[in-house]
């Protein structure tokens, strides 16, 4: 282990371990979960991706990229809980949704279900196809506040029917930053003939995943947000039966080497993203991958209770179904359109240094905070004070 991971490794969690990353020195960072933030460590490895492929262009692309593509596979799936036969890497989760959704051969009259709440561009990409393709779309209502994981169990049975092909569900909901019983949706699926696409962009690093245990029949994760790797990277895991007819969005050269090889090679372009994966998994695993995440799942909590308390709000979930992020309504009774969102995103921002997003939806405002190993309690105080400064301390 170099001497910086090991100083990581030693070092307490919170403003100490800055550094790390690139991040403004005088902002309250409080929006890991939107792109993720890469630490120097491994902005440094991908630039030594870089320099090594322009060394000597063809011998990298053509005989070092797929060998080392495969190292990376197979140190990426002991941690997700796949194998690198059934892993396969993308750019982001859009393009692993895309890859699954556009590799499936629809029937007319085939039903989609998914969330009101799951993310807009896997919702758009499934009402692109659902156009091209003649398919209905169901979607399971996701009560929020949310009374507890049964709920949104009931939410996802009370929209399949005889007709159901696909079930999508977010592992993390992105704007309600909650997580869903994704391994009890896959066991009421399952005997029903209705496949599984898990949508986990935000859950590797957040979550312990054992993917070929869970038995989805797709997997798409994202590397980018809580593994801390470069943007542009993320994977897909297939189940074995679903293995031979998955491609990617991109259809280039390996079409027809099968997968995931297919996958390693989708036209000239920046593949060190991809590979500095080995480097963020370094960086998370001289943290301890678990401690890493039990430090986000306490910051979070902690926020929670701080917040809600200073605000006088509830908690709109049972605390442990959130994971590194909490979502708190806003308090006060301001309109919920996207003009007031984005007029208090800009004041926190301008006013406060705060970067935390703001969101409106089932008629509130709402406020997502993420939590990080470099932010401390600090952080969320000066939130606490921008938004309520009268609130007793
Ligand atoms: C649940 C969910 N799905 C998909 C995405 C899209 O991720 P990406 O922009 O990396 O494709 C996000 C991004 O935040 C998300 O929260």
Not at 115 to 131: I, P
Not at 167 to 184: C, G, K
Not at 199 to 221: E, N, R
Not at 306 to 332: D, H, I, K, N
Request: proline fraction near 6%; charge should be negative.
């Amino acid at each position: 282990m170099s001497s910086e991971l090991k100083a990581l490794s030693m070092a307490e969690t919170g403003h100490a371990l800055r550094h790390f990353w690139a991040l403004e020195p005088s902002m309250h960072f409080l929006n890991h979960g939107s792109f993720g933030a890469t630490p120097r460590y491994v902005l440094a490895a991908q630039h030594h991706w870089r320099e090594r492929l322009e060394r000597q262009p063809v011998r990298f692309m053509v005989e070092e990229l797929p060998v080392e593509l495969g190292l990376l596979r197979a140190r990426l799936a002991i941690f997700v809980g796949t194998t690198a036969e059934r892993l396969a890497m993308v750019e982001n989760s859009t393009a692993g949704v895309n890859a699954v959704l556009r590799s499936i051969k629809w029937r007319d009259g085939d039903e989609i279900v998914l969330a009101d709440h799951a993310y807009a561009s896997v919702r758009n990409t499934v009402r692109f196809l659902a156009e091209r393709h003649g398919l209905q779309v169901r979607l399971a209502p996701i009560e929020f506040p949310l009374s507890g994981p049964e709920s949104m169990l009931e939410a996802y049975w009370s929209a399949i029917t005889p007709r159901t092909r696909l079930v999508i569900v977010d592992h993390i909901f992105s704007s309600l930053a909650v997580r869903s019983p994704v391994a009890e949706i896959v066991a009421v699926c399952q005997p029903l003939g209705v496949q599984v696409l898990v949508d986990g962009a935000h859950a590797p690093g957040l979550l312990p995943l054992a993917l070929d245990t869970l038995g989805a029949d797709w997997y798409v994760g994202n590397c980018h947000k809580w593994l801390l790797a470069p943007k542009g990277s993320a994977f897909v895991q297939v189940s074995a039966s679903a293995l031979t007819d998955l491609h990617p969005a991109v259809i280039s050269n390996f079409h027809d080497r099968g997968f995931p090889l297919e996958f390693d090679w989708q036209g000239t372009r920046d593949y060190s993203a991809w590979l500095a994966v080995a480097a963020a998994l370094d960086f998370v695993e001289a943290m301890g991958a678990s401690r890493y995440r039990q430090v986000l799942r306490d910051q979070a909590a902690a926020a929670a209770a701080l917040l809600s308390q200073r605000w006088g709000v509830a908690l709109p979930a049972p605390a442990e179904m959130f994971c590194g992020m909490v979502t708190l309504p806003l308090p006060g009774d301001e309109a919920p359109t996207e003009e007031n969102a984005k007029r208090w995103h800009d004041r926190l921002w301008s006013q406060h240094r705060i970067e935390v997003p703001v969101l409106a939806f089932n008629q509130k405002l709402w406020l997502r905070i993420s939590a990080q190993v470099y932010n401390d309690l600090s952080d969320v105080e000066a939130l606490a004070r921008a938004v309520h400064p009268a609130a007793a301390v």
